[in-house]
């Protein structure tokens, strides 16, 4: 009867140390589930939060990211009644009165009244300050007519014929240069190493003093 009772105590003991090994097995089984279910939506969650960081980060980047476009400097020729004239480079916003303090600023002969110490500057644009002694009409745009001048010339210049680097097409551009006298010219340059000056034309077949004149504001040599 004794051992018959024991044994039925061993039988339940087993059964309820292998429910008990269940039930662990069960809660352990939903831990892990319920922590790699946080871990898997925390990781999105950085990715998101990451991915979003780096595109931000990209947008400062390009709005500070200076236009191709756009220039923050000009560079503007001052000339006349300043204690130091020359070509200077400032912010792109800078007047009149800024280039004339960084040229040392006006001589005692300067006429206050021929510049505008107010107008905004413009690249390649050149500033003159004139004497007392010239006669100059002032308005709103005569800080820029010698500005105008100098352009004009400028473009000139550009438009010029190049004697020692033109090329046989570019010099029948010239008025009263035809594919024949083009070719003397190329010929003459390669034989004596170069135009020295615009004046070395006259050694060329059929160009006289005439027709030098109506050529030589239409090349340069340098």
Do not use: W
């Not at 007392?132 to 010029?160: C, G, L, P, R, T």
């Not at 034989?191 to 030098?212: A, P, R, W, Y």
């Amino acid at each position: 009867m004794l051992e018959e009772l024991i044994d039925r105590l061993k039988e339940k003991r087993v059964l309820y140390s292998i429910l008990g090994v269940i039930l662990i097995l069960c809660l352990l089984g939903c831990f892990l589930f319920f922590s790699y279910d946080k871990s898997d939506d925390k990781l999105s969650s950085l990715k998101s939060q990451s991915s979003q960081i780096i595109s931000k980060t990209a947008e400062k980047k390009e709005e500070k990211k200076p236009s191709a476009h756009s220039s923050t400097t000009i560079t503007v020729d001052i000339k006349g009644a300043v204690r130091h004239q020359g070509v200077y480079t400032l912010p792109a916003d800078s007047r009149v009165n800024d280039i004339i303090r960084i040229a040392g600023g006006l001589t005692a002969e300067a006429d206050r009244k021929s510049v505008n110490l107010a107008q905004k500057l413009k690249d390649e644009s050149v500033v003159y300050v004139a004497t007392k002694d010239e006669k100059i009409n002032v308005s709103d745009d005569s800080i820029h007519n010698h500005s105008a001048a100098a352009e004009k010339n400028q473009d000139a210049d550009q438009k010029k014929i190049n004697l020692n680097t033109a090329t046989l097409t570019e010099l029948q551009t010239i008025s009263g240069i035809g594919e024949k006298r083009a070719q003397d010219i190329i010929d003459y340059r390669e034989t004596n190493g170069g135009f020295k000056s615009v004046e070395d034309l006259k050694n060329i077949s059929g160009i006289g003093d005439k027709t030098f004149e109506k050529l030589k504001d239409m090349v340069s040599v340098d």
